[in-house]
């Protein structure tokens, strides 16, 4: 079985749509600093682990980061395949498992 490709700009598209719905599920997660950030360490584990680069906080290089990764991820895989798809759900599985072993002691 052959995934269709599509052009970058319609993955960019899907990538757009889909960032608010992610953003707002970890933000609920988050829970206003008190959450367990659960969501957003699964949606978003490249921007959590980026706060080990800024003193465990939330910083504007996080949020930069999570606003592009979704659009970066449909673009990327729209035409990919795939070879893709599979580079790039195992990079968001390895960020996801490294965020949950305790490196982030903070979140």
Do not use: E
Not at 86 to 104: E, R
């Amino acid at each position: 079985m052959t995934l269709p490709k599509f052009s970058w700009q319609a993955g960019l598209l899907f990538g757009l749509c889909a960032t608010p719905v992610a953003f707002l599920l970890a933000l609920f997660s988050a829970g206003a600093g008190h959450g367990d950030y659960v969501l957003a360490r699964i949606l978003y584990p490249i921007p959590m682990l980026a706060t080990l680069l800024t003193d465990n906080t939330i910083t504007g290089l996080s949020l930069g980061l999570a606003v592009a990764q979704f659009p970066a991820y449909g673009a990327f895989v729209a035409q990919a395949g795939r070879a893709g798809w599979l580079a790039l759900g195992l990079v968001h599985v390895i960020a996801i498992a490294t965020a949950f072993s305790g490196v982030l002691d903070y979140f």
